[in-house]
């Protein structure tokens, strides 16, 4: 119950994200799509596999409509509704890697933690530019 409400929380500030390995989210995936159709709404997806980074193995998705046809063939990919929004830092996008490990124990609690990293794009956000990356 507590890993539900944080879920439901959480999902104030994160985007729409589907892991479509789970069937459930497969169907709420096509649920989604399904309603950006019935609204008319061209919405972009990302496709990411999970285990990759700096970019790699990112698909955008502007076709929704192609892509509710292929959500089986992406089983192994996160689906995520794009942020065309995002938040800047001085016009820029940026990312933050922070990692913390509570530990509890009888006694006191025992935080365990990385600096992480911060992540800052080169160039300026342009919101009128479409996503760098493979098209779907």
Same mark, same amino acid.
């Given at each position: 119950?507590h890993?539900?409400?944080?879920?439901?929380?959480?999902?104030? *500030?994160?985007?729409?994200?589907?892991?479509?390995?789970?069937?459930? !989210?497969?169907?709420?995936?096509?649920?989604?799509?399904?309603?950006?159709?019935?609204?008319?709404?061209?919405?972009?997806?990302?496709?990411?596999?999970?285990?990759? !980074?700096?970019?790699?193995?990112?698909?955008?998705?502007? !076709?929704?409509?192609?892509?509710?046809?292929?959500?089986?063939?992406h089983?192994?990919?996160?689906?995520?509704?794009?942020?065309?929004?995002?938040?800047?830092? !001085?016009?820029?996008?940026?990312?933050?890697?922070? *990692?913390?490990?509570?530990?509890?124990?009888? *006694?006191?609690?025992?935080?365990?933690?990385?600096?992480?990293?911060?992540?800052?794009?080169?160039?300026? *956000?342009?919101?009128?530019?479409a996503?760098?990356?493979?098209?779907?």
């Amino acid at each position: 119950d507590h890993l539900r409400k944080t879920k439901s929380e959480a999902q104030k *500030y994160l985007p729409q994200s589907f892991a479509l390995w789970i069937e459930e !989210d497969r169907k709420g995936l096509k649920a989604a799509i399904e309603a950006d159709l019935a609204a008319q709404r061209e919405e972009w997806w990302v496709l990411k596999e999970p285990a990759r !980074d700096g970019g790699k193995g990112v698909k955008f998705a502007k !076709d929704a409509a192609k892509l509710l046809t292929e959500i089986d063939s992406h089983k192994d990919e996160i689906a995520q509704r794009y942020v065309d929004n995002p938040l800047l830092l !001085d016009g820029k996008k940026f990312d933050l890697r922070v *990692y913390w490990a509570v530990v509890t124990s009888r *006694y006191e609690p025992l935080v365990l933690y990385h600096p992480g990293s911060l992540r800052v794009s080169l160039t300026d *956000y342009n919101s009128k530019k479409a996503p760098v990356g493979q098209l779907l």
